[in-house]
């Protein structure tokens, strides 16, 4: 069964540095989200992507962070200088359509900022 | 605004009995809800989901949900919890494509 993966499982990185987390949503999917679950709290919605634009970004979602999708299959999530409260598990979400309502989430990447 | 609450953080249920997992609602529009279940050092995982079809939805592992209008819930429910249900399990409301969480209910189960 096709199912959404995500690279690295954990990241350790110093604060400051740049990271890309990478995800290789389902092939022919065409709806791509990046959602975080900072250490025992809720799972957070940060930005969605369509047609290789934003569709939306929640207010997390600052300048620091950017998306892209630069080949067929990888869709990457950029934080150019990370902070502490950055640390947080990253999940990776596509979804065939808006209309199928059902979004697949990946296993997620481990951001540790020290 | 569309939000989620889900009441009680944790949950602890003997093995076997009723499992009952309460989630709240608030949507200025028809909502489409979502239940997903997370296992340790695991992503999330559809349980079921509502989709204004019918009302009580059935989903994976013998989980299933009711959707009451009137109350703005969708509890979650199952008859017999297994040990292998101990998990942490969030509820989600669908807004313009996003998805919008609940605080997540952790279900222990107990032997």
């Known amino acids: 069964e096709p199912e959404v993966t995500q690279t690295p499982s954990h990241q350790v990185t110093q604060m400051g540095q740049e990271v890309i987390l990478r995800c290789v949503p389902i092939?022919?999917?065409?709806?791509f989200y990046w959602y975080r679950q900072i250490l025992g709290q809720k799972v957070e919605f940060l930005v969605s992507?369509?047609?290789?634009?934003?569709?939306?970004k929640s207010e997390i979602f600052d300048d620091q962070f950017s998306v892209e999708r630069p080949d067929g299959s990888n869709f990457t999530l950029k934080i150019r200088s990370t902070k502490l409260e950055d640390s947080a598990m990253y999940f990776c979400?596509?979804?065939?359509?808006?209309?199928?309502?059902?979004?697949?989430f990946g296993p997620g990447t481990r951001l540790t900022v020290l | 605004a569309q939000s989620v609450t889900q009441l009680g953080s944790h949950v602890s249920v003997s093995e076997g009995a009723l499992v009952l997992l309460r989630c709240n609602y608030s949507?200025?529009?028809?909502?489409?809800l979502f239940w997903y279940v997370q296992y340790p050092n695991q992503g999330l995982q559809l349980l079921l989901k509502?989709?204004?079809?019918?009302?009580l939805v059935k989903g994976i592992n013998g989980f299933e949900a009711e959707f009451k209008k009137s109350e703005t819930s969708f509890h979650l429910t199952k008859p017999s919890a297994h040990m292998s249900d101990a998990a942490e399990y969030f509820c989600?409301?669908?807004?313009?494509?996003?998805?919008?969480f609940g605080q997540g209910t952790e279900l222990s189960v107990k032997p």
């Open positions: 509502y989709t204004s079809a019918a009302t």
């Open positions: 989600a409301v669908s807004f313009g494509g996003k998805l919008i």
């Open positions: 979400a596509s979804e065939p359509g808006l209309a199928y309502n059902e979004q697949f």
């Open positions: 949507s200025s529009v028809p909502p489409y």
């Open positions: 092939s022919n999917h065409l709806y």
């Open positions: 992507f369509y047609n290789n634009e934003i569709s939306e």
